[in-house]
């Protein structure tokens, strides 16, 4: 069954969100590298209920109106990765984790890496905050949006002390 998307410019450029069914299955970014997310076909639907419902609720966010997503998610993966992207729902707003957190927090001490590979495959960015995952020294690694929307996205949650790392 093909997925519907649509478009929303936002701070941190333009965002594609993508519907399954009737629960968010991607938020991605302008510069997505291709197959970091699968999600077959995809028809373009500006109207879609869950679609304007998250451009609202990511608006509010932008505008420092909210801090938690009240949204249906549908994320598609392997049970590890679902695991993972399950921990990052849990990092509150303005927090930050480090990848070995997360591993201890799933219950898999030694998978840091996994850990860390499986973020960088969030399909649902800044909904599931994995912009909120930083490197064991504190500094800012990798992200799919390019790190200075992770510093943005950072800085917007009130984390401006955090450095990039390279």
């Given at each position: 069954?093909?997925s519907a998307y649509?478009?929303?410019?936002?701070?941190?450029?333009?965002?594609?969100?993508?519907?399954?069914?009737?629960?968010?299955?991607?938020?991605?970014?302008?510069?997505?590298?291709?197959?970091?997310?699968?999600?077959?076909?995809?028809?373009?639907?500006?109207?879609?209920?869950?679609?304007?419902?998250?451009?609202?609720?990511?608006?509010?966010?932008?505008?420092?109106?909210?801090?938690?997503?009240?949204?249906?998610?549908?994320?598609?993966?392997?049970?590890?990765?679902?695991?993972?992207?399950?921990?990052?729902?849990?990092?509150?707003?303005?927090e930050t984790r480090?990848?070995?957190?997360?591993?201890?927090?799933?219950?898999?001490?030694?998978?840091?890496?996994?850990?860390?590979?499986?973020?960088?495959?969030?399909?649902?960015?800044?909904?599931?905050?994995?912009?909120?995952?930083?490197?064991?020294?504190?500094?800012?690694?990798?992200?799919?949006g390019g790190l200075?929307?992770?510093?943005?996205?950072?800085?917007?949650?009130?984390?401006?002390?955090?450095?990039?790392?390279?």
């Amino acid at each position: 069954m093909p997925s519907a998307y649509s478009l929303m410019q936002s701070p941190v450029g333009m965002l594609t969100l993508v519907a399954r069914g009737d629960c968010l299955a991607a938020v991605l970014w302008e510069d997505e590298r291709e197959n970091r997310v699968r999600l077959g076909d995809l028809y373009r639907d500006d109207g879609h209920p869950v679609l304007l419902q998250t451009a609202r609720q990511l608006g509010e966010y932008f505008a420092g109106g909210r801090q938690r997503f009240d949204l249906p998610l549908d994320f598609a993966g392997t049970a590890f990765q679902r695991r993972v992207w399950a921990a990052l729902l849990t990092i509150p707003f303005g927090e930050t984790r480090s990848y070995s957190d997360i591993a201890r927090q799933i219950g898999n001490p030694s998978a840091v890496r996994a850990v860390g590979a499986a973020n960088g495959r969030n399909p649902i960015s800044i909904i599931a905050p994995c912009h909120r995952v930083i490197g064991a020294s504190g500094g800012l690694t990798g992200f799919a949006g390019g790190l200075p929307a992770k510093q943005y996205l950072l800085a917007l949650e009130g984390r401006q002390s955090l450095a990039l790392a390279f």
